[in-house]
């Protein structure tokens, strides 16, 4: 059980609202299972996890009209819109590694797939949330108004292509798969290049979330754990589709920490 409490002042990033407090209590659960073998060049094992967050739905059993409230688009109004948060959010999330070659082996080659999906809705369709939504696209880890967001990347695409102001993402699923190769694995530092192809997309709401319409991304990158810095990578990826009218094209990732 978690409580949290916004505050916006002249926030122009986010449509809904730009000035006002809003508030949310958040009920929620999470089934993981995790076993890999090295969280630094895993060569075997899988990690699991299902997570379901919720709001009480209060909205439901009051007599307020919130249809006028959301059509009324004043300010006042969009302060009692949200003066009170109410979503549910549901995540899962799976990766698995195979050695392709001797997995005690120095040298194995590994196969990792990956697959996410993630849905934000509402108990009541005048309030959708403004906040815990997707940011979709780019390296996963920066973007021009990520204020309360969820970053997701999607390598081959700026960052936040898929989720571009005014187009909020309630849902959205990535599917990767990479090739990993060590290059050199000491306590001092951990090297290895990676090559991958990779789908996803976002969606502006629950019921338009449709898996199998995915934009598509292919590329290579290299990661490298530093025991004084951390990990650290670079990737390069091609978006081989067009998002908004923008073909994905050639783009540089760079990883600072955990990926996303």
Known sequence: MSYQWYSLKNWEYLYYMNNGVSNSIVFGLTLARNSIDNPLYTRKGSSFSLSFHATPPASLFGKKDWK??????????????????????????????????????????????????????????????????????????SGSYTYATETIALRGYENGAFTPWGY??????????????????????????????????????????????MKRSAGAGVRVFLPMLGMLGIDWGYGFDTVFGKKGGSNFHFVLGQEF
Not at 193 to 203: I, M, Q, S
Request: glycine residues 8%.
């Open 68 to 141: 006028a409230l959301s059509e009324s688009g004043t300010d006042a109004s969009k302060r009692e819109l949200y003066r009170w948060i109410e979503y549910w959010k549901l995540k899962f999330q799976a990766r698995t590694y195979t050695p392709l070659t001797d997995p005690d082996g120095r040298w194995t080659l590994v196969l990792m797939t990956r697959a996410d999906i993630g849905l934000l809705g509402s108990w009541n369709k005048h309030l959708k949330s403004p906040f815990e939504t997707f940011y979709v696209g780019g390296d996963g880890m």
């Open 168 to 213: 909020e993402g309630y849902a959205y699923d990535r599917f990767v798969v990479e090739l990993h190769f060590p290059l050199m694995l000491s306590q001092s530092a951990t090297i290895y290049p990676l090559v991958f192809v990779e789908a996803g997309n976002a969606w502006t709401s629950v019921k338009k979330f449709n898996p199998f319409d």
